[in-house]
């Protein structure tokens, strides 16, 4: 049903003369990188049930990194998606951690 109509539709997409196959890998990644946190979410939700996974689910170390991790990714979506001038590039908020202060006198 829907997963053949999406391999139709890609297929036919693909096939045609003059698309520019880079810009469509692209696109599928960036939408990739933009679904990304929200199916990270539902998994660690379900990895961490124990109604539903029993005695295998998640620990609470893997639970604080994976939700880390999803942090992460989701700082680093913003970053990309919000305009330059609105966000703090991610390089300069590390830079501002490490910064060394003197003590004034």
Not at 61 to 79: D, E, K, R
Request: proline share 4%; charged share 10%; glycine share 8%.
């Amino acid at each position: 049903g829907i997963i053949t109509a999406i391999i139709g539709i890609s297929a036919v997409l693909v096939l045609m003369p003059g698309v520019d196959l880079f810009q469509i890998m692209m696109t599928s990644q960036v939408i990739n990188g933009v679904l990304l946190p929200v199916v990270l979410v539902f998994q660690v939700v379900i990895a961490a049930d124990r109604h539903i996974m029993g005695a295998n689910r998640n620990g609470r170390v893997w639970n604080v990194l994976t939700w880390a991790t999803i942090g992460v990714i989701t700082a680093l979506l913003v970053n990309y998606v919000l305009p330059r001038e609105r966000v703090v590039t991610l390089w300069e908020g590390f830079k501002g951690l490490f910064r060394k202060e003197t003590p004034t006198v």
